[in-house]
């Protein structure tokens, strides 16, 4: 080969070579990212060539997909119920994305994952149409739906868990929004979505108030504070006198730690204290404890730490580095301690359940179009935030609180329900109206098959009328009733 043969055969190689590189660098290097571009309208267009998989509860789809007579994207998203179900399934919008397990198990839905490389490799030879697999979730269609008719048309939210598994039952949230009226891409979708935005409606339909919500959680924090004064060996026995003087003064300060209507709560017991909702009892507890070891075992429950179930819900707060009288006030859920639905239900459970605490998740199982299993979500330990004896100590203490205290509202004929209320204060100078809280177990033979904790945010009603006892604790009884029924 002469030479100016040669370097044009060299010159040709090395252009070659540089396309290789570059589609090997589109390829294997930034695939993930141009698939995720908002730009790549290929992948939307993908996305909803087919049916997509669909999401199950109790054995039932509570999604579908619709043929419509856009030609690019040849299929929507539908909802049965959508309101109901909008805090477990979230969205897949065809403009707005998708959000919850639509967007986490987008790649199973749609049949992308690469574990469906099989199904769509055989749907290849066989012409059958590519169909996305199913998610199936732990959720209970009858405690969900007690939940969501319970609060109605208040704002709140409900949690519940079987406090053996950690199986999420029910995740309610109100006001709501359904899914369906902007899963197309007409100008009417446009105008659903953006009528749910904050801009147009204050009260944020669209929030997930169960998971990303976080609420100052009142007296129901006191049942975390009894488990650290047990755990820490501040209080050996809750019905012997506790050294509660009354007034309390908070440390540090001249001013002393009311509790409501004046109730006797001078050197009452823990069990007393629980059932009246002491709140100086409770305070003075939790700087008895300290600051340090109040802490520890807030995050033991899962405190200060976003939880992943797999949707994200927010972390729930117990603050650091605070005095003593900021410690009392953190110690009856006040101050700027906060917490989701999920956090608290989370609390309960663990007390339920001698002790343990279970990680909550709500995807049970992941299957291909042919219902082959992919994925299984097995029980997971998440922490020990007390010992049994002090977890039956406490349960003992709650069930008090429901016999004949302030939770006779949750009473169940022939269960054993444990509980604590909650009304939190909120707002500046505690101008606005309380939270209504309410957090329980029920227990059936022994065993607890669900903990519920449940938050209303009733703006709309007499201050005097708010109460945990008589807003949540009604709606906490429907859930754990429907779970028990179906047990």
């Not at 004046?262 to 050197?267: A, H, L, M, R, T």
């Not at 209320?421 to 065993?447: C, L």
């Amino acid at each position: 080969m002469n030479k100016p043969l040669r370097r044009i055969a060299i010159f040709c190689g090395l252009l070659i070579l540089a396309l290789l590189v570059r589609v090997n660098w589109l390829q294997y290097v930034k695939a993930d990212e141009l698939n995720a571009s908002e730009y790549n309208k290929r992948v939307d267009i993908e996305r909803y060539k087919s049916e997509r998989g669909n999401i199950i509860v109790d054995g039932k789809p509570i999604t579908g997909s619709a043929k419509t007579d856009d030609t690019l994207f040849t299929y929507k998203r539908t909802y049965t119920n959508g309101p109901m179900w909008a805090p477990v399934t979230g969205y897949a919008s065809q403009v707005f994305g998708a959000s919850q397990i639509e967007n986490l198990e987008d790649g199973v839905l749609t049949g992308n994952d690469d574990r469906l490389f099989f199904d769509r490799t055989l749907g290849m030879f066989t012409g059958e149409e590519k169909k996305g697999g199913n998610v199936v979730t732990t959720l209970n269609g009858a405690a969900q739906k007690a939940a969501f008719e319970g609060l109605g048309d208040k704002k709140g939210a409900v949690a519940a868990i079987d406090p053996q598994t950690g199986k999420i039952l029910a995740l309610a949230s109100t006001p709501s929004y359904d899914p369906s009226t902007f899963a197309g891409r007409k100008n009417a979708d446009s105008k659903a979505y953006n009528a749910l935005q904050p801009k147009s409606d204050p009260d944020n339909p669209m929030l997930n108030r169960a998971l990303r919500e976080t609420y100052p959680p009142g007296s129901t924090f006191k049942v975390l504070t009894a488990a650290a004064g047990l755990e820490h060996g501040v209080i050996k026995d809750v019905d012997a006198k506790t050294d509660s003087p009354l007034p309390w003064i908070m440390p540090g300060t001249t001013t002393p730690l009311p509790n409501e209507n004046n109730i006797p709560c001078k050197d009452v017991s823990l069990r007393e204290a629980l059932r009246m909702s002491c709140n100086s009892v409770f305070g003075k507890l939790g700087t008895d404890v300290g600051a340090d070891k109040m802490l520890e075992t807030a995050k033991k429950f899962g405190f200060n730490e976003e939880q992943f179930i797999p949707v994200r819900a927010n972390a729930s707060f117990f603050p650091e580095d605070i005095n003593a009288s900021q410690t009392a006030l953190s110690s009856i859920g006040q101050f700027d301690t906060r917490a989701t639905p999920l956090q608290m239900a989370m609390l309960a459970a663990a007390v339920a359940n001698d002790g343990k605490l279970m990680k909550p998740y709500m995807i049970d199982r992941l299957e291909t179009p042919g219902v082959d299993v992919l994925e299984k979500t097995e029980p997971e330990e998440q922490s020990r935030p007390l010992s049994q004896e002090h977890a039956q100590m406490l349960q003992s203490i709650m069930e008090t609180v429901v016999e004949k205290g302030t939770g006779t509202n949750a009473k169940i004929p022939g269960v054993t329900v444990g509980g604590k209320t909650g009304t939190a204060q909120h707002g500046e100078n505690n101008s606005k109206n309380p939270y209504a809280w309410f957090i329980s177990y029920a227990k059936v033979n022994g065993g607890s098959p669900v903990a519920v904790a449940v938050v209303v945010e009733d703006s709309g009603a007499n201050r005097d009328d708010i109460s945990g006892g008589g807003l949540a604790a009604p709606i906490a009884k429907s859930v754990m009733q429907a779970v028990v029924d179906k047990k």
